[in-house]
Each structure stands twice: as structure tokens, then as C-alpha cells.
């Protein structure tokens, strides 16, 4: 089917938005035991370009997003989990595969493979992660590292010195973050940190460099086409 917006609900109180993700969550995880093959949500997701059917993907934001949400759950709930639901800005609602799972007693690691769908992207492939870990200082901190780089002129969406992570993604990963939080009565702090390992080198095939941002990719993909990425002609 054709890409059509989609209303999302309104706010709720603390209690009912905690109820909702507690059964969203739940509902995915039992779903996934009845399929071999993981769908992600886009299978009959496409636009039509020349006679063609150009598949929908999903972007670096989403993966960063779900695999912050993954780690959050793991972390604050103690158990291990393989996929995570994760609505984007444009109301499609992903099912994504969680990869390299690593868990501690203080943190949780784990990744999410990106597909670009028929956009030619250089970040096909790749695996991007999210580190999730408790802190005492209350708040959700979110950073960048290996392969995410880091601003080093002024005159972008961050400071010198920071992550080139762009609002839209930040909000994303913010909002998965506190979901989690309120989902397992979680008052303390969380800090997020999302890499990308491929992204070193990828960073120094593009423009990153002249724009003034080094060590890895500019997160600008992260929200390419509003977190779903449609038809790489727009």
C-alpha cells in the first residue's frame, strides 16, 4: 500500500501512557514467536518512480531510536529481548531486530542493522548501536560515539564539541528513552551513547569533513525523510 500520514493519539496520564507501553511491548514480543522470517512493517510499504516500485527503508535515527529503546528495556527490566516495536515521526510503526546483544549488571549494548530500502545509501548494512547505562544524577543524557562525529565549526544544529546527532533523532532517542523509563518506574538517570563503527570511514568518504564535523558520520541521515526513507528522488 501507498504511504499515507497517520494520526498519532494524544497525551495520557502517567499511568494509562505506562499501561499502553507495557502492552505494546508485549504484544511484539509474543508476535515475534509466531514468524520465522522478522518483518520490520514495511514489506508493502513503496512508492512507484519510472514503473518501478521503490522499497520503503528505514533510516540511522530509527535504528539509533530502537536500539536505545532495546537497551533501556533490557537494562531496566532485567531481561533479554530480540526486537523492539518503534513508531516513527511519520506514524509507520517498525518492528526492528535487535543485534549483539551484550548485558551487565550496570549497562546493555545492542545494535540495529540499517536498511535503506532502494535508497542508495552508504549506510546500507551497517550496524548502529546504543549503549545504555544507570546514573546517579538524575535525567537522560545522550551522547555519540565511535563512528558518530563530532562538530568542529560552528553554525550546525550543535555546539562545538558535540555529537553530530540532529534534533529530530535526539528526540527520538530522548523519547524512547523515557518511555522506558516510565514503563519500569524508573526515577534515575540514564546515559545514552550511540555509535556507529563503519561510520569512520564512511565519514571520510562524504562532505562531513568540509562541513566541519570529523571522526565519524554526520547524523543528518539519521533523519532523512522523517525517519522512514521513501524515494531517494524527493
Not at 495520557?12 to 514468524?35: I, M, N, V, Y
Not at 529481548?81 to 516513527?88: G, Q, R, Y
Not at 566541519?212 to 522523517?226: K, P, V, W
Amino acid at each position: 500500500m501507498l504511504f499515507q500520514d497517520r494520526i498519532s493519539c494524544g497525551n495520557r496520564d502517567k499511568t494509562d501512557r505506562k499501561e499502553a507501553l507495557l502492552s505494546r511491548q508485549s504484544f511484539f514480543l509474543c508476535g515475534e514467536a509466531k514468524h520465522m522470517a522478522h518483518k520490520t512493517g514495511l514489506e508493502d510499504y513503496y512508492v512507484i518512480r519510472g514503473q518501478k516500485k521503490m522499497r520503503f527503508g528505514y533510516t540511522t535515527g530509527s535504528c539509533a531510536a530502537a536500539a536505545c529503546k532495546g537497551a533501556c528495556l533490557m537494562l531496566l527490566g532485567g531481561e533479554k529481548i530480540t526486537s523492539v516495536p518503534l513508531m516513527t515521526p511519520k506514524g509507520i510503526l517498525l518492528d526492528l531486530e535487535l543485534h549483539d546483544i551484550q548485558i551487565s549488571e550496570d549497562q546493555v549494548t545492542c545494535a540495529v542493522k540499517k536498511d535503506a530500502g532502494d535508497d542508495p545509501d552508504t549506510t546500507n548494512g551497517i550496524l548502529v548501536y546504543a549503549t545504555v547505562s544507570k546514573t546517579e544524577t538524575a535525567g537522560i543524557v545522550i551522547d555519540g560515539g565511535v563512528g558518530v562525529g563530532r562538530v568542529t565549526r560552528p553554525g550546525l544544529s550543535q555546539k562545538v564539541g558535540e555529537a553530530a546527532i540532529n534534533p529530530v533523532p535526539r528526540a527520538m532517542i530522548l523519547r524512547e528513552a523515557e518511555e522506558a523509563a516510565v514503563s519500569h518506574d524508573y526515577e534515575g538517570g540514564l546515559k545514552v551513547v550511540i555509535s556507529v563503527p563503519e561510520g569512520v570511514e564512511i565519514g571520510k568518504k562524504t562532505f562531513n569533513p568540509r562541513l566541519g564535523i570529523t571522526g565519524g558520520i554526520r547524523n543528518s541521515r539519521i533523519h532523512l525523510f522523517a525517519a522512514v526513507v521513501r524515494d531517494f528522488y524527493s
